[in-house]
């Protein structure tokens, strides 16, 4: 079985078949409060899946905001550690790209605050059925977002299904390919950061 986690959006668990049948799943869409749910959510997961062996976990890597994408990647790697079982890294956006495969050119779109949009252009799917970038991952002011797409179909997220994110993965690890490096992909850094080295006065 593969668990993937994501907290790019709101806090989403899954758990799939090595062919992609979904085990169990849940989430919240609350862009908040990811570390008082996480645990709850991966308890139930697990308890609903049943028995079986987890040969890896597949982490959502953004784009979101730090403290929250933070969340669910520190328990998909201690969850990973625990269990001596290997990380697969994946892009968020690839998720909800997955279920796009023939609609031509299209754009994911998820809210990154501050009046921000966070965007991916895509174009079908790749030869191992990954999600085909066409266009990385942007942040642009929303207002700007439309004209910055110049008539390419944008598809706004709002919930992040934990089980495309472990399908995108599931194929990853077929085709052996890497799709994401252990770098989150912050949408920007934290506004408290900590206190640059006191400056030395006198001679």
């Known amino acids: ?10 806090t989403a668990v899954a758990l799939i078949d090595d062919d992609g049948a979904v085990r169990a799943e849940a989430r919240t869409s609350d862009p ?3 570390a008082e749910v996480i645990g709850d959510l991966l308890a139930g997961v697990l308890a609903e899946a049943g028995p079986g ?7 959502g890597m953004g784009p979101g905001p730090f403290t929250g994408l933070r969340i669910g990647i520190a328990a998909a790697r201690a969850f990973a550690l625990g269990r001596g ?6 892009p968020s956006h690839l998720a909800p790209a997955l279920g796009e495969d023939g609609a031509g050119r299209f754009a994911i779109v998820t809210d990154a605050r501050r009046r921000e949009v966070a965007v991916t252009v895509f174009e079908g799917l790749d030869a191992d059925g990954i999600p085909s970038v066409v266009a990385d991952t942007a942040l642009v002011p929303a207002a700007d977002a439309d ?8 598809i706004d997220v709002a919930e ?7 399908r995108v993965g599931a194929r990853a690890l077929a ?3 890497t ?12 506004d408290v950061k900590a206190p640059a080295a006191p400056k030395r006065v006198g001679p």
């Open 85 to 90: 079982i290997p990380v697969v890294p994946v």
């Open 53 to 59: 062996e987890i040969t890896h976990v597949v982490a």
């Open 1 to 10: 079985m593969i668990l993937a986690v994501d907290t790019s959006l709101g």
């Open 179 to 190: 799709l994401a490096d252990e770098e989150p992909l912050y949408m920007r850094q934290p």
């Open 32 to 34: 908040l409060g990811h």
């Open 160 to 166: 992040l299904s934990a089980v495309d994110l472990a």
């Open 147 to 154: 004209a910055r797409l110049d008539g390419v179909r944008r």
């Open 175 to 177: 085709a052996g390919r």
